[in-house]
């Protein structure tokens, strides 16, 4: 399987990670990227509700769309 940008395996983490931060960087192997990508996902859904008092999780939506990018982007280290 090709792993470059745009290669099927980061086409569906990018899809993973848009529906949840993280997952599609766990699907690729980075543990630690994804904790952090779905903590981030979490402060941000928290501080955007607390802020605006609304249930549309616009921070959460935020984050998934760079975590997307992020695991679509990636491009594994050559060794």
């Known amino acids: 399987m ?3 940008q745009g290669s099927a395996g980061n ?3 990018a899809i993973c990670s848009f529906f949840v931060p993280g997952l599609g ?6 543990v630690l990227s994804a904790v952090m990508w779905f903590l981030a996902a ?4 928290v501080v955007t509700w607390l802020v605006t008092l609304s249930l549309f999780p616009f921070g959460w939506f935020l984050v998934s769309l760079f975590a997307c990018i992020n695991a679509a982007l990636y491009r594994r ?3």
């Open 77 to 79: 280290p050559v060794r």
């Open 25 to 30: 960087q766990l699907v690729q192997g980075r």
């Open 42 to 45: 979490c402060i941000a859904g």
């Open 11 to 13: 086409i569906i983490a």
């Open 2 to 4: 090709s792993s470059g």
